[in-house]
C-alpha cells in the first residue's frame, strides 16, 4: 500500500532541529512518505525521508518553501515556521490539508525581539496574535507546550517537546570536568550566566548549538577569558551527537532568562540532562519549577543574577555525590518524559482528514 506524501518544511530552523528531525520525522515516516524541505547542507542524516533544499538567504529560502507549499501532490504539508503561514494559508484556504507546529510562544517573544524596535514590539505581537487566529480558523494546530493553549480559541493537541527513545545511558563525568549548554546560544537564553556558573565551579564550559547572532561569540569569548573559563563553542550538532557529548559532563546548564516566552515552558534541555544522569542549574521559573522540583539534583537559580549563577557553579563543584544521585533517577525521567508518538500520529492522521 503506497504511504501518503507528507511534506514537512522549515525554512529558518537549523536542518538538524531535534524536535524536527529527531522526533517528529522518525515518528511520522512510519506512516508516511516524508519530504523535508530545510536548509543547505540538510540534515547530517537523511535516511527515513526525502530531502528538498533550500538554498540562499532567509528571503531566498522563504520564496523556495512557498512555492514547496503550494504544489500539488501533497496529502498534508506540516510547517514549522510563523512565516511560512502566509504560503500556508493561501493553500489552506483552497481546502488543502495544512498543519502548523507551534514551537515557541511567538506573541511573547516578539515584545523582546532585539531586531525589532521597541515601540513597533506590541504591535509585532499583536499581528502575531492575529495570523495565529487565522491560522486556526483553516489549518491544524500542534503545540509544543501546554502554556501555549492561551493564544487560541479552541483546544489542539500538545504534542510535548519530550525525550526521544535513544538518549545515551548516564555515563562517568569527564576528566577533566565541564559544565554543558544544549540549544541555541542568545542572550535571553542565558549565555553569558553559562560563563558565570562555569567560572564559580572552576571547570570548562562547553556549548553545543547555534551561536544568534554570530557577532555574539567575540564578547562571549571576552567573557571567559576575563573569569579564568575555558569555553568551548561547538556550533549545532545532530541531535544524538550532541546528547553524546553532553552525557560526560558535570552538569547542565539552562539559564533563561525570565521572559513571556519562557516563564511558563519546560525548556527541552531540563528533561535532556537529567535523562543522562546531570544534575541541572536552571533559572527558577514556574514552567521549569512545576515539571521538575520533585527531582533530585535540580537547583533553581535566580534568572538574569550573576552572582547567583556564580554560587551556584560553586555549591555544584562543593557537591560532587549529586551526580551519582542524578543518575539514579534518569530511567524515571525517560517514563515520565517519554516523546508522544501516538499523540503524533493521530494528530497527524487527522490534519490529513484520514
Do not use: C
Not at 147 to 155: M, V
Not at 217 to 245: D, F, M, N, Q, S
Amino acid at each position: 500500500m503506497t504511504k501518503p506524501r507528507l511534506l514537512v518544511v522549515t525554512s529558518v530552523h537549523h536542518p538538524d532541529d531535534a524536535r524536527i528531525r529527531s522526533k517528529l520525522i522518525p515518528t511520522l515516516s512510519r506512516e508516511w512518505e516524508v519530504t523535508y524541505a530545510a536548509s543547505e547542507p540538510g540534515p547530517t542524516d537523511k535516511s527515513g525521508l526525502d530531502w528538498a533544499p533550500l538554498t540562499g538567504n532567509r528571503l531566498q529560502r522563504l520564496r523556495q518553501a512557498a512555492r514547496l507549499i503550494n504544489r500539488e501532490g501533497w496529502d498534508l504539508v506540516a510547517l514549522h515556521d510563523p512565516e511560512l503561514l502566509i504560503p500556508g494559508l493561501y493553500r489552506a484556504r483552497r481546502g488543502e490539508p495544512t498543519l502548523f507546529d507551534l514551537h515557541e510562544n511567538l506573541p511573547a517573544q516578539l515584545l523582546t525581539r532585539e531586531g525589532i524596535p521597541s515601540v513597533l514590539r506590541p504591535v509585532a505581537s499583536w499581528v502575531a496574535r492575529w495570523v495565529l487566529r487565522m491560522a486556526e480558523a483553516s489549518m491544524a494546530i500542534t503545540l509544543a507546550e501546554p502554556g501555549y493553549r492561551t493564544l487560541f480559541r479552541a483546544e489542539h493537541p500538545v504534542i510535548a517537546n519530550y525525550l526521544p527513545p535513544d538518549v545515551p545511558e548516564p555515563r562517568p563525568p569527564a576528566d577533566p570536568p565541564y559544565l554543558a549548554y544544549l540549544g541555541d546560544i542568545t542572550v535571553v537564553r542565558g549565555a553569558f550566566l553559562a560563563v558565570e556558573a562555569a567560572a564559580g565551579a572552576g571547570q570548562a564550559l562547553v556549548m553545543v548549538g547555534r551561536v544568534s547572532p554570530p557577532a555574539l561569540v567575540g564578547p562571549l569569548e571576552r567573557r571567559a577569558e576575563e573569569l579564568g573559563v575555558e569555553l568551548r563553542l561547538l556550533g549545532p550538532k545532530p541531535h544524538r551527537e550532541a546528547l553524546e557529548i553532553v552525557a560526560s559532563a558535570t552538569a547542565g546548564l539552562s539559564p533563561l532568562f525570565d521572559i513571556g516566552n519562557y516563564r511558563y515552558s519546560l525548556p527541552t534541555k531540563v528533561p535532556e540532562y537529567l535523562a543522562l544522569g546531570l544534575p541541572v542549574l536552571a533559572s527558577d521559573l514556574p514552567g521549569t519549577r512545576d515539571a521538575v522540583a520533585e527531582f533530585d539534583g535540580v537547583t533553581f537559580v535566580t534568572p538574569g543574577d550573576a552572582a547567583a549563577w556564580v554560587e551556584a557553579g560553586r555549591a555544584l563543584a562543593d557537591d560532587p555525590s549529586v551526580r551519582e544521585r542524578t543518575a539514579a533517577q534518569a530511567a524515571e525521567v525517560k517514563r515520565r518524559f517519554t516523546w508522544p508518538e501516538d499523540v503524533v500520529l493521530s494528530a497527524y492522521r487527522r490534519a490529513a482528514r484520514r
